[in-house]
């Protein structure tokens, strides 16, 4: 391909064709790296004629990417109005953002924004499918990179989003890592009400297995507000969520949790456990011992002398339990 072509003004009136190829694409690259402006103008029109389709293409994507880093202002926002068209239903950037190759045009789209106009139109084209987008293998990338790259206020729509659709955004393979991300690039006012709203849904994300994490991360954030709302919100479920795979992870991080302002909220974990009719299937349950392990461990004094007491009659059915036997060698050491 290179032998056929000497100078991009041979390629003008194929650059569509030659974007689309291997060879074709790298040469046309290197000629915008080489010749700058000058290559891009000869080019650009044809470009952007079929910069939706090209965007999607195994080679045509990289030739739009090395186009966003060598235009202009005024060439960029072109492109951008060429995406930001409807498609079926939804602004075409939508679309190109949820593609194997288009996702990485996108991505260099949003890094390569210069002025307020550029943000605005971009923000506003990906807005009505940032669902979408955030639980896409494809698309979640993009709202990642627009969380790392734009302004907090840009990516307004982002948290707006995420806020509406916690359980549904946090209850997903790609959408419980985006929604940590948000609360990672957050403004003070934008990370309180996302930590608000997740701390608000704690017993259903606990238990699910894309959630629970979500869950977790907040209670790392050591926020005792946000931390007294989620032990709030599962008490009364404290021994069933022991049981669950995944709440146990829950549970046990809430019962090591260190502030001491979340004591008096860390007893009453302790006192549903050992008062609960549960307790002998909890000292014998895969998940549940563990997290009366915790509670024997992060107890003291009176609570937990009368935490040891309400386990001692159970010794008898769970010594021969293997989990059961990890119990027992807590009592004994602590006997120590």
Not at 196 to 222: K, R, T
Not at 245 to 269: G, M, Q
Request: proline share 3%; hydrophobic share 40%.
């Amino acid at each position: 391909m290179d032998a056929r072509f000497g100078s991009v003004e041979e390629c003008v009136g194929q650059v569509g064709v030659l974007a689309r190829d291997q060879h074709g694409c790298r040469f046309l690259q290197r000629k915008f790296d080489e010749e700058g402006e000058e290559a891009v103008n000869l080019c650009f029109e044809e470009i952007i004629a079929e910069v939706v389709d090209l965007m999607m293409d195994p080679f045509g994507n990289y030739l739009v990417q090395k186009l966003l880093e060598c235009c202009t202002d005024e060439q960029r926002m072109g492109v951008l109005r060429a995406v930001a068209k409807d498609g079926d239903g939804v602004p075409e950037l939508v679309s190109v953002a949820l593609n194997t190759h288009g996702t990485r045009a996108v991505q260099k789209l949003v890094e390569t924004l210069r002025t307020p106009e550029q943000v605005a139109l971009a923000t506003e084209a990906l807005k009505p499918g940032v669902v979408t987008l955030i639980k896409d293998l494809n698309g979640n990338h993009v709202i990642q990179r627009c969380l790392q790259r734009l302004g907090a206020e840009d990516n307004q729509f982002v948290y707006d989003a995420a806020r509406k659709c916690c359980v549904e955004i946090a209850t997903h393979r790609h959408g419980c890592c985006v929604l940590q991300r948000c609360i990672d690039h957050a403004a003070d006012g934008q990370r309180r009400a996302l930590v608000q709203e997740i701390a608000a849904q704690a017993l259903v994300l606990s238990q699910d297995p894309f959630g629970n994490y979500v869950v977790q991360y907040i209670l790392d954030l050591s926020l005792p507000w946000a931390n007294a709302e989620v032990m709030m919100r599962l008490a009364g479920n404290y021994a069933e969520l022991s049981m669950q795979k995944f709440s146990s992870n829950v549970v046990e991080k809430c019962l090591k949790l260190a502030d001491a302002s979340l004591e008096e909220h860390r007893n009453v974990v302790v006192r549903e456990i050992m008062t609960s009719p549960l307790l002998d299937r909890l000292l014998m349950d895969p998940y549940g011992n563990y997290v009366v392990q915790s509670t024997l461990s992060v107890t003291k004094g009176a609570l937990h002398s009368e935490l040891v007491d309400r386990i001692r009659p159970h010794l008898p059915l769970i010594k021969n339990s293997p989990f059961g036997k990890r119990i027992l060698r807590l009592l004994l050491e602590n006997k120590k």
